[in-house]
T-cell receptor
Framework: EAQVTQNPRYLITVTGKKLTVTCSQN?????MSWYRQDPGLGLRQIYY?????VTDKGDVPEGYKVSRKEKRNFPLILESPSPNQTSLYFC????WGGGNEQFFGPGTRLTVL | GESVGLHLPTLSVQEGDNSIINCAYS??????FIWYKQESGKGPQFIID?????DKRQGQRVTVLLNKTVKHLSLQIAATQPGDSAVYFC?????????????FGKGTHLIIQP
């Protein structure tokens, strides 16, 4: 089944404890991105990657890192999480010929205490 | 700054009726306008898009209308079904250097009454 998977789905952590949210897609998509979703603010892009070893900042990149060593994986790294990073995170991917159809993962709900 | 927004946060319709979800945008330079559907506990799902040089596009049970004069976008869902209950987001995309400049609106919650 074609899909985007994220792990973990739920995470409660404490301020300053480094964490990684993994994202993997099995559709051979070149383009991957991370979004956060907050009430009243909608979806905002954190980082995106147009291909392996190519990453760039989205609208809200502060406090986050990403890497794209393989085409299928695009992990989101929070080196020192803070409470304002409590949010619902979505990974998405699309192919270059896919127009505007991004495929989203199921989401990761992160709580930073 | 540029933004994409929605007129109503919640829309309640009777099952079988047609639904119209509205969206206002401010960036007249956007290349595409897109509608996504998000069901509870799931990620957004692409519904339909429309290029900025078009004014109407139809899909299966859905129609998107674009009025560039008043910067208004709408999604019409025909014969609304219980499975249509979700939050609907409009988004705009401005391609620059091959990268997406996707900006989402805040969402409208569509509730289907039996």
């Amino acid at each position: 089944e074609a899909q985007v998977t994220q792990n973990p789905r739920y995470l409660i952590t404490v301020t300053g404890k480094k964490l990684t949210v993994t994202c993997s897609q099995n559709m051979n998509h070149e383009y991957m991105s991370w979004y956060r979703q907050d009430p009243g603010l909608g979806l905002r892009q954190i980082y995106y990657s147009m291909n392996v070893e190519v990453t760039d900042k989205g609208d809200v990149p502060e406090g986050y890192k990403v890497s794209r060593k393989e085409k299928r994986n695009f992990p989101l790294i929070l080196e020192s999480p803070s409470p304002n990073q409590t949010s619902l995170y979505f990974c998405a991917s699309r192919t270059w010929g896919g127009g505007n159809e991004q495929f989203f993962g199921p989401g990761t709900r992160l709580t930073v205490l | 700054g540029e933004s994409v927004g929605l007129h109503l946060p919640t829309l309640s319709v009777q099952e079988g009726d047609n639904s119209i979800i509205n969206c206002a945008y401010s960036n007249s330079a956007s290349d595409y306008f897109i509608w996504y559907k998000q069901e509870s506990g799931k990620g957004p799902q692409f519904i339909i898009d429309i290029r900025s040089n078009m004014d109407k596009r139809q899909g299966q049970r859905v129609t998107v209308l674009l009025n560039k004069t008043v910067k208004h976008l709408s999604l019409q869902i025909a014969a609304t079904q219980p499975g249509d209950s979700a939050v609907y987001f409009c988004a705009e995309n401005t391609y620059s250097g091959g990268a997406d400049g996707l900006t989402f609106g805040k969402g409208t919650h569509l509730i289907i009454q039996p």
